[in-house]
């Protein structure tokens, strides 16, 4: 079945790193666009970064220039690297893989993984 599996959250100082992945399984994954989402508490879930199955990349302004979103075809694997990260940064961050075409549109997400940064 379709499988998307977080992983690499925790707790971290502000300044820190993490590296967030994203298993895929059960579905064609390169040839899905591959996003990671996060959601605070009390707000809206947004976008953070998006790769295309073209590899074509987008950042929210908010993490331009800290955060590198990259997928791994082979493995089936989309990596979210989070630098200089800070407090408004906390969240739960979601992966989520998205194909639209002739056949229809097929949208999955993940279970989600926390990021708390906090000293």
């Known amino acids: 079945q379709v499988q998307l599996v977080e992983s690499g959250g925790g707790l971290v100082q502000p300044g820190g790193s993490l590296r967030l992945s994203c298993a895929a399984s059960g579905f064609t994954f390169s040839r899905y666009d591959v996003s990671w989402y996060r959601q605070a508490p009390g707000k809206e879930r947004e976008l953070v970064a998006a790769?295309?199955?073209?590899?074509?990349?987008t950042y929210a302004d908010s993490v331009k220039g800290r955060f590198t979103i990259s997928r791994d075809n082979a493995k089936n694997t989309v990596y979210l690297q989070m630098n200089s990260l800070k407090p408004e940064d906390t969240a739960v961050y979601y992966c989520n893989a998205l194909n639209v075409g002739w056949s229809g549109k097929f949208d999955y997400w993940g279970q989600g993984t926390q990021v708390t940064v906090s000293s």
């Open positions: 790769v295309t199955s073209g590899v074509s990349t």
